[in-house]
Nanobody, 124 residues
Framework: VQLQASGGGLVQAGGSLRLSCAAS????????MGWFRQAPGKEREFVAAIRWGSGITYYADSVKGRFTISRDNAKNTVYLQMNSLKAEDTAVYYC??????????????????WGQGTQVTVSS
């Protein structure tokens, strides 16, 4: 499984960005896909996850109502639409995958494939 994250950049507070995670290597119908982020000096934290087959989504409380995770089956791509961005959203964002569903979708240790990360910087 290969994951390629893109879409990061510099945006003002209140603005929007859409991250993409292109997945290749196999069928992802049974996969759980996650987005995590890591700010300087902090641990990697869960942002959002989606169960590819059912489309069920999960969000961290800090992004609920502002971020939306989705997937495009035809393009084998997972998206993270980020609206109303805040300075505290500044981090390197990573996409991740695991070939089944785990109740521990919020733990980075659940996932066994990772993308390379994309920087998101929100200026206040």
């Amino acid at each position: 499984v290969q994951l390629q994250a893109s879409g990061g950049g510099l945006v003002q507070a209140g603005g929007s960005l859409r991250l993409s995670c292109a997945a290749s290597g196999r069928s992802f119908s049974t996969y759980t896909m996650g987005w995590f982020r890591q700010a300087p000096g902090k641990e990697r934290e869960f942002v959002a996850a989606i169960r590819w087959g059912s489309g069920i989504t999960y969000y961290a409380d800090s992004v609920k109502g502002r971020f939306t995770i989705s997937r495009d089956n035809a393009k084998n791509t997972v998206y993270l639409q980020m609206n109303s961005l805040k300075a505290e959203d500044t981090a390197v964002y990573y996409c991740a995958a695991v070939p089944d569903y785990s109740g521990r979708y919020y733990s980075q240790y659940t996932y066994n494939s990772w993308g390379q990360g994309t920087q998101v910087t929100v200026s206040s």
